[in-house]
Structure formats: structure tokens, C-alpha cells
T-cell receptor, first 114, second 115 residues
């Protein structure tokens, strides 16, 4: 089992550019979560999907952020246009369907917006 | 209101001693799960231990145990025989069963183990 795969591991971009983060969940998992981690705000849930359908996007900070899950094995988080305050580590995680199931996390994408 | 509260921003413990990291939670659901994750300086999120709301016994996983007090809504992590490699951030999290399936994290506790 390859685990949750995120790409890229590191992304450095300039303010105003579009950024796309990618995630491949573990095969067979029904849930996919996007989190953002910063020193100031800790681990924030941005959005999560169940069976490829967005369930709760209340954590998405602004319209500049969008997430898609076109199929069970792929999801993207896009920021357009990016701003320096978007600099953070973005984690993707997946799990099976049950409240007592743990989330498996990817290695994260370290995003720096200059 | 905070769903998960970790009141200890930082803790120190001497190697081979036990340490307790505090966590309290807030939910009106009867079905929920409580999780602890470890995040070392390398950044990955490592699952440590799980406690279900209906579990009558405290969860244990090797040197980790969870002191679950349902009436007090607390789920403290106990690490026995601390090792230098235990130095990391520790996050308590809750996943509610009925209202939502999302996992909400506390602010974390940074544990430093010294020789």
C-alpha cells in the first residue's frame, strides 16, 4: 500500500500565480480531506469529500481556493491567485467510511508564496 | 466554542519517565472517536491511538495509553518510559459520528524529552 500521495512536496511561487496541489488517496477509501497547517492557526480543515462529492467546504478561506475530486483516485486543491498569506503546509488525508476510522495523511505540500 | 482543547502548549519530560498530555473535547453526539497523532520535526502526521465513545476500556498501544473519562469529556494521552524520539508535537482530534464525519484537531502540545 503506497499510502496517500501528495505532489509536489515543495512549491515556491510568486504572488498572483496559480497553484495546484495534488492528492491520490488510498485505494478503497471513501473520504478525502484537505487540511492546512500554519503556526498561527494550527491544523485547519479546508474541505472534505465523500465518494467524490464535496460535503463541507466551510473551511475554505476565500473564493481564491477551490477543490475538486473528479474520481476516486485523484483530488486537486487550487489557489488562484495566490497570496503570501497562503504560505503553509497543505495536507491531504483519506479514510474509510466510519467515525471510528483513523485518517491516513500524506506527506504534505510545503507552499511558499513570495 | 472549541471542540478540542489542549491546554498545554509545551511539556518537558525526562527520558524514561511517564508524561500525560491533556485533551478535553466538546460534543453532543453519543457516537464519536478520539484520536491522537504525533508530528515529529520532519512534518508527517503519525497516528498513535484511538478511543471510541462506546469503548469501556482505555485504549493502549505499546507505550501509549489513553486515559478516557467520558463524563469529564477528557481523553488524555499517557506516554510511558519516554524516549528521546518522542520529542514532537502531539495532536488530539475528534471525529463525530452523526453530525459530521470530519476530524477536528486541537492546537497541539509540543513535548520535549531530555536526557
Amino acid at each position: 500500500d503506497a499510502g496517500v500521495i501528495q505532489s509536489p512536496r515543495h512549491e515556491v511561487t510568486e504572488m498572483g500565480q496559480e497553484v495546484t496541489l495534488r492528492c491520490k488517496p488510498i485505494s478503497g477509501h471513501d473520504y478525502l480531506f484537505w487540511y492546512r497547517q500554519t503556526m498561527m492557526r494550527g491544523l485547519e480543515l479546508l474541505i472534505y469529500f465523500n465518494n467524490n462529492v464535496p460535503i463541507d467546504d466551510s473551511g475554505m478561506p476565500e473564493d481564491r481556493f477551490s477543490a475538486k475530486m473528479p474520481n476516486a483516485s485523484f483530488s486537486t486543491l487550487k489557489i488562484q491567485p495566490s497570496e503570501p498569506r497562503d504560505s503553509a503546509v497543505y495536507f491531504c488525508a483519506s479514510s474509510t467510511t466510519d467515525f471510528n476510522e483513523k485518517l491516513f495523511f500524506g506527506s504534505g505540500t510545503q507552499l511558499s508564496v513570495l | 466554542a472549541q471542540k478540542i482543547t489542549q491546554t498545554q502548549p509545551g511539556m518537558f519530560v525526562q527520558e524514561k519517565e511517564a508524561v500525560t498530555l491533556d485533551c478535553t473535547y466538546d460534543t453532543s453526539d453519543q457516537s464519536y472517536g478520539l484520536f491522537w497523532y504525533k508530528q515529529p520535526s520532519s512534518g508527517e502526521m503519525i497516528f498513535l491511538i484511538y478511543q471510541g465513545s462506546y469503548d469501556e476500556q482505555n485504549a493502549t498501544e505499546g507505550r501509549y495509553s489513553l486515559n478516557f473519562q467520558k463524563a469529564r469529556k477528557s481523553a488524555n494521552l499517557v506516554i510511558s518510559a519516554s524516549q528521546l524520539g518522542d520529542s514532537a508535537m502531539y495532536f488530539c482530534a475528534m471525529r463525530e459520528g452523526i453530525n459530521t464525519d470530519k476530524l477536528i484537531f486541537g492546537t497541539g502540545t509540543r513535548l520535549q524529552v531530555f536526557p
